[in-house]
Nanobody, 136 residues
């Protein structure tokens, strides 16, 4: 079982930055691919970013990370397995980024370096979410 707790949300002006953190309990965190998703009022939950369990890539495995087109070039996902934490650095924020952001973990058994997952239904554990509001 994995418990996830997000932090770092808040109110920020357009063009500003925030860094979200997701702290995980459980010794198996370093084996779990992780993702960030968001849900705006009246909309369905959508994929934001994902990272494989190792945070690394090889010449044959493809990228360790994936991003939604709407955040590519502005958001960066990373992880520190020693701290059981995954991060989402959000720059150049826009009003349309306003949403509740949740992290998720997948109980996968991927070979090194692992793969990332972008589907909501692919994840097994979810945090409660943290509100991000972008407004002047």
């Amino acid at each position: 079982q994995v418990q996830l707790v997000e932090s770092g949300g808040g109110l920020v002006q357009p063009g500003g930055s925030l860094r979200l953190s997701c702290a995980a309990s459980g010794r198996a965190f370093s084996n779990y691919p992780m993702g960030w998703f968001r849900q705006a009022p009246g909309k369905e939950r959508e994929f934001v970013a994902a990272i494989n369990w190792s945070g690394r890539s090889t010449s044959w495995s493809g990228s360790s990370t994936s991003y939604a087109d709407s955040v590519k070039g502005r958001f960066t996902i990373s992880r520190d397995n020693a701290k059981n934490t995954v991060y989402l650095q959000m720059n150049s924020l826009k009003p349309e980024d306003t949403a509740v952001y949740s992290c998720a973990a997948k109980n996968a058994q991927d070979r090194y370096p692992g793969r990332n997952y972008i589907g909501t239904s692919e994840y097994d554990y979810w945090g409660q979410g943290t509100q991000v509001t972008v407004s002047s």
